[in-house]
């Protein structure tokens, strides 16, 4: 069964290992629901279902079509994600008075591996750079992308529904935005004047919205300033499935650990490794889509 960060981290007694994953999830809508299915050894090899098998209506003496949904054979390979942090033995002992000192520094440690993640999750490009892992913008395949126009255009909320209904078996989990997206979806939403965005608290109390019912994430991730056509001044929208059937996250077992390494040789320091053998698959193609071309 696949777990959340969130979910996982009520399995370990770690302080220090439930602070990181804290920080983590705090502020990522993606890591708050991407589920995670442990991987033994360096990566996982699975088949990718493309299109579903059809059926149709026969009388007594036809001749059965065969169809059969077909796949295509993927391997996601971990990647070692992480970093050290050192605290300075002097400033933990004279400074710790007013804040535990080791927990700040790896409070900042813990949220650069966070937007590394986000940033792969997204962006991630094997191609580019061998060490990490394919993001959902590799993975959406060229079926499942919406476009808004040779050079782009304004966002409406047509194009939007029409990016939900790419989506199959069921509405998309999460639509992910930048934050001028974001602001140019509210604005459409307003002016409709349908109550199709709301506004309410997820389990982690922070106010989160929903288009017609789906979450709404915000990555920093996305650039406005992706090329379409002669224009440079677009963004994408992904709207994704979450689940062993759609995307998911892949870890080594144990996920996410913060290992005290101890007392440094070359100077009066402690170190703390935060790291994490990470990756994503997308089960299925049909779980996952994009609109691209989203101009302001």
């Known amino acids: 069964m696949a777990l959340t960060l969130t979910e996982g981290a009520k399995l370990s007694n770690d302080m220090l290992l439930a602070g990181v994953i804290e920080t983590i999830v705090k502020e990522s809508p993606v890591l708050q629901a991407l ?7 360096n990566g996982l090899t699975y088949n990718r279902e493309n299109a579903a098998p059809s059926a149709a209506f026969y009388t007594v003496g036809d001749a059965w079509a065969e169809s059969t949904p077909t796949f295509t054979q993927a391997t996601a390979t971990l990647a070692i994600l992480g970093g050290d942090a050192d605290v300075d033995n002097y400033l933990r002992a004279t400074r710790s008075n007013v804040q535990d000192l080791e927990a700040a520094v790896v409070e900042l440690k813990a949220k650069a591996v966070r937007a590394t993640f986000e940033d792969t999750f997204v962006n991630g490009d094997t191609s580019s750079d061998a ?12 079926a499942q992308t919406v476009s808004m126009g040779t050079d782009g ?3 409406t909320l047509d194009k939007v529904d029409e990016l939900i209904d790419k989506v199959v078996a ?13 602001r140019k979806l509210t604005a459409l939403s307003r002016g409709a004047g349908s109550g199709l965005l709301v ?8 106010m ?13 991730h996305i650039a406005d300033d992706q090329r379409a056509g002669s224009s440079t001044d677009a ?3 992904y709207a994704l499935q979450f689940g062993e059937g759609a995307v998911a996250g892949l870890t080594a077992p144990g996920g996410l650990v ?9 100077k009066d320091a402690t170190r703390v490794r935060v790291k994490w053998y990470v990756s994503i698959a997308c089960f299925s193609t049909l779980k996952l889509a994009k609109l691209t071309g989203v101009r302001d």
């Open 258 to 266: 913060a290992e005290r390494v101890g007392s440094l040789e070359s």
């Open 153 to 155: 255009a304004t966002l």
């Open 199 to 206: 506004s309410d608290r997820n389990e982690f109390g922070m």
């Open 131 to 142: 060490k990490s892992f394919d993001g959902i913008d590799k993975l959406t395949t060229a």
């Open 235 to 237: 963004s994408t929208i």
């Open 170 to 182: 069921g509405k998309p989990h999460m639509l992910l935005m930048s934050r001028r997206s974001r």
């Open 208 to 220: 989160l919205d929903y288009y017609d019912g789906v979450p709404v994430g915000v990555s920093d």
């Open 35 to 41: 589920p995670f299915i442990e991987v033994v050894g």
